[in-house]
């Protein structure tokens, strides 16, 4: 069975950072891509970022680059999401997401986590 | 960036009624279209991906098509455990964007 367990999230003020990690079980983590999709409060779904196999291909939202940066530990079957510069608009429940790929150029999210929540306030 | 518009926002309907859910995009994706389901509290589930293939374990009352841009979720007989939001989403060029979503409630 997939399981993805995140972590980390929690209150942050503006301007400060936070680290979100991953914890990915019951499949071969380093076959395929991995994706953070976020929801603000009462709001849609927005994809943030995400990461081939192989770390080889990497992308961002342009709300979030420059302040965001993902990576992944195959031998540890872990995800992360460094979150630096925060804002009161990255307020959100940050989802870890699993690729259908391996190379995330045509994502399709098969499996997500429960979400770790990220409020960002003063 | 491609934009997905869904309609209609909301929808009343009944147990044992068809609905039907349209996700419209901005440019040409060809088939690069997925459609979830989202319970309340719950993370998102995957039904449809490439505009008209069913996950496996989703049932087989919901479809989906494609007419050029146009995309269609349907549920062919509505059941209680399928009142949810639905939303779409592109996988053709990034920034993979979603629709804004549909929440189906009791009528």
């Given amino acids: 069975e997939v399981q993805l367990v995140e972590s980390g999230g929690g209150l942050a ?14 499949f071969t983590f380093d ?10 409060p009462g709001k849609g779904l927005e994809w943030v970022s995400g990461i081939s196999w192989n770390s080889g291909s990497i992308d961002y939202a342009d709300s979030v680059k420059g302040r965001f940066t ?3 530990d195959n031998a540890k079957k872990s995800l992360d ?4 510069s925060l804002r009161p608009e990255d307020t959100a429940l940050y989802y870890c997401v699993k690729d259908a790929g391996g190379v995330g150029i045509t ?3 098969d499996y997500w986590g429960q ?4 409020t960002v306030s003063s | 960036d491609i934009q997905m518009t869904q309609s209609p926002s909301s929808l009343s309907a009944s147990v044992g ?3 039907t859910i349209t996700c419209r995009a901005s440019q040409s994706i060809s088939s690069y279209l997925n459609w979830y389901q989202q319970k309340p509290g719950k993370a998102p589930k995957l039904l449809i991906y490439a505009a008209s293939s069913l996950q496996s374990g989703v049932p087989s009352r919901f479809s989906g098509s494609e007419s050029g ?13 399928d009142y949810a939001t639905y939303y779409c989403q592109q996988s053709y060029s990034t920034p993979w964007t979603f629709g804004q979503g549909t929440k189906v409630e009791i009528k």
């Avoid at chain 1, 999401?81 to 630096?84: A, T």
């Avoid at chain 1, 979400?115 to 990220?118: D, N, Q």
């Avoid at chain 2, 841009?69 to 455990?81: G, H």
């Fill in chain 1, 13 to 26: 003020q503006p301007g400060r950072s936070l680290r979100l990690s991953c914890a990915a079980s019951g």
């Fill in chain 1, 31 to 40: 076959d395929y891509a991995m994706h953070w999709v976020r929801q603000g």
């Fill in chain 1, 70 to 72: 993902i990576s992944r």
């Fill in chain 1, 81 to 84: 999401l460094q979150m630096s």
């Fill in chain 1, 107 to 109: 994502p399709i999210f």
């Fill in chain 1, 115 to 118: 979400g770790t929540l990220v």
């Fill in chain 2, 17 to 19: 009624d068809r609905v």
């Fill in chain 2, 69 to 81: 841009t146009a995309f269609t979720l349907t549920i062919s007989s509505l059941q209680p455990e």
